[in-house]
């Protein structure tokens, strides 16, 4: 039985604690550090040995080799053809590296790690029989935080700023991600019972992961859960805080680098404004359309305590930016209002100057 059963109006379910009966004002006290969330659909991984960092530095996309105990970053796992296959929290506490990932992905995620060790001293464990992950601001859940070699587990999410070696495409003056300070805690699966002991006493507040979903939607925070087979990097802005751009050879490097630099992503993630009643909303996955053509795919939705009714969208890059788009729901198509976060034109950042053709060069040459 899950141990959020007996806190009062608890909702739970195979993920874990969803909501208490109120999700809009469980996002405002989780916004403000008034609650903590336990976020059962995350999972913990332990790399343990020597050779751990600069082993995982060349397996990912991001910069890992000197990553300092307590800094908090993440990294994705490409496919040689670029496209999205793992993606992880990181922190280190100098003897292990922990790792958050999507519940759903976590295991094969450790899989993956497993089967690339070689002879290299490194061991990636399941941790989630010994620890948990709860989110919410760096100060309210950085008192829960394990600290199992004198470190503290506590992941600072760096979204939205743009890490060492990363790029943002998104252009607004004041992005909507530069409001959530979020973090997250592993934590002792004895604290995670103590966290429901001292909530069904009264003692403290929490949230659910539906308040902490409606959070990262609106802050446009990508995740695994997000993507599909053919999802790039770049079409979710992900190069932000998840690639470094010149750490070196990784695999799906090549591909990451070519449309960076020279091509552009065929696809765009969007913020969507939804039209119509409250209640409605699309689920994952839903048709997003221009006119009869199904143009994109919702990634999630929402209900935020201040903007309404939101998802973010994964739509083809040639789509305008102001072409009016509707969404499918199970109770018909509603209007979207379309808000840029990678703009049609990111990529080809390199300028690479036009050659002359040979024959063209032959040709304006005077004879002798």
Not at 256 to 261: C, G, L, Q, R
Not at 306 to 328: S, W
Request: hydrophobic share 45%; glycine share 10%.
């Amino acid at each position: 039985m899950n141990v959020f059963a007996s806190v009062p109006g608890a909702v739970i379910d195979d993920a874990g604690l969803q909501h208490l009966g109120n999700p809009l004002a469980e996002q405002r006290a989780l916004a403000s550090g008034a609650a903590v969330a336990p976020l059962g659909d995350r999972s913990v991984l332990a790399v343990s040995g020597e050779d751990r960092l600069t082993w995982l530095d060349s397996l990912t996309s991001q910069a890992l080799a000197r990553l300092a105990p307590g800094v908090g970053t993440e990294f994705l796992v490409l496919d040689p053809q670029g496209r999205i296959e793992h993606a992880a929290s990181v922190i280190d506490d100098g003897v292990t590296t922990w790792l958050i990932a999507d519940a759903a992905d976590a295991e094969g995620l450790r899989v993956w790690l497993t089967r690339m060790r070689f002879r290299l001293r490194v061991d990636p464990q399941d941790a989630g029989d010994r620890f948990a992950v709860v989110g919410g601001t760096p100060e309210a859940v950085s008192s829960l935080a394990a600290s199992p070699n004198a470190v503290p587990l506590v992941w600072r999410d760096p979204w939205p700023g743009v890490a060492d070696g990363g790029w943002g495409y998104a252009t607004p003056a004041t992005h909507p991600g530069a409001h959530r300070a979020w973090a997250e805690a592993i934590v002792g699966v004895d604290t995670l019972a103590e966290l429901a002991s001292a909530a069904a006493r009264g003692e403290v507040a929490l949230a659910g992961q539906t308040a902490a979903e409606a959070l990262r939607v609106a802050a446009w925070r990508p995740r695994r859960g997000d993507i599909d087979e053919r999802s790039l990097p770049h079409e979710f802005d992900w190069l932000r805080t998840a690639v470094h751009l010149s750490k070196g050879c990784y695999r799906g490097q090549e591909t990451v680098a070519k449309v960076h630099n020279l091509g552009h992503p065929p696809r765009r993630l969007v913020a969507l404004q939804l039209d119509g009643s409250d209640s409605v909303l699309p689920g994952r996955g839903a048709a997003v359309r221009r006119g009869g053509d199904v143009v994109g795919e919702v990634t999630a939705s929402a209900l935020h305590f201040e903007d309404g009714p939101i998802a973010l969208a994964v739509i083809r890059r040639g789509i305008g930016i102001d072409e009016p788009l509707v969404v499918d729901t199970a109770e018909g198509q509603i209007a979207a209002a379309q808000e840029i976060i990678v703009p049609p034109e990111a990529g080809a950042t390199a300028g690479v100057p036009r050659i002359t053709r040979l024959s063209r060069r032959a040709a304006a040459t005077p004879p002798a």
